[in-house]
Nanobody, 120 residues
Framework: QVQLVESGGGVVQAGGSLRLSCAASGSIFAVDAMGWYRQAPGKQRELVAALTSGGNSNYADSVKGRFTISRDSAKNTVYLEMNSLKPEDTAVYYC??????????????WGQGTQVTVSS
């Protein structure tokens, strides 16, 4: 019943910016950490950035200083501001959220992914 919906992916030129959004909806009791993962061709899925409900954030070294994660807890929405994009940032980006829904235990939920392509 809980679902995550990403938006904001697309094609941009190197050096450009893009903002991803992810909204969680459904029978949500509480949302803990939310974050973004990505998977590039031929590589494993990796954590890009994560943010707890208390405001603690962490980033992959490859994006630190270029990407910014934020969230609107009231809307159960997490954002990823991506600046100074590089071709190596090209990947499918997945939203992740640790959620406790009504009548069930807390667990991770995943979005379907949104493609980000950075051209040279």
């Amino acid at each position: 019943q809980v679902q995550l919906v990403e938006s904001g992916g697309g094609v941009v030129q190197a050096g450009g910016s893009l903002r991803l959004s992810c909204a969680a909806s459904g029978s949500i009791f509480a949302v803990d950490a939310m974050g973004w993962y990505r998977q590039a061709p031929g590589k494993q899925r990796e954590l890009v950035a994560a943010l707890t409900s208390g405001g603690n954030s962490n980033y992959a070294d490859s994006v630190k200083g270029r990407f910014t994660i934020s969230r609107d807890s009231a809307k159960n929405t997490v954002y990823l501001e991506m600046n100074s994009l590089k071709p190596e940032d090209t990947a499918v980006y997945y939203c992740n959220a640790n959620i406790r829904a009504y009548r069930t235990t807390q667990r991770d939920y995943w979005g379907q992914g949104t493609q980000v392509t950075v051209s040279s």
